[in-house]
């Protein structure tokens, strides 16, 4: 009982850390990270390709960062059409 109590003693400090933020500048927020991981990647990629003299060695490690960051934005892209789909028959 008292392990089910402090786990939502718990939850609810994660979900007042989750809203630290005012909605006028979430959006904000997340646009610039959004951006920086935009930079991250380019910078990357432009490293990956003028460090790597063999062409195939090259070739495969730009595959596979793209392949990574694809992966990694998958998830996001789908709960965006999932918001989207709830969003547009509101209007």
Known sequence: MLDSQASAVRTGDDEARRRIYSPDVQPLLQSLLATLA???FDYERERISRSTEDS?????LLRKLA??????????????????????PLR
Do not use: N, W
């Open 56 to 60: 195939d060695l090259r070739v495969r």
């Open 67 to 88: 392949d990574k960051h694809r992966e990694r934005r998958d998830p996001y892209i789908r709960h965006l059409t999932v918001l989207q789909s709830r969003i547009t």
């Open 38 to 40: 935009d930079l991250d």
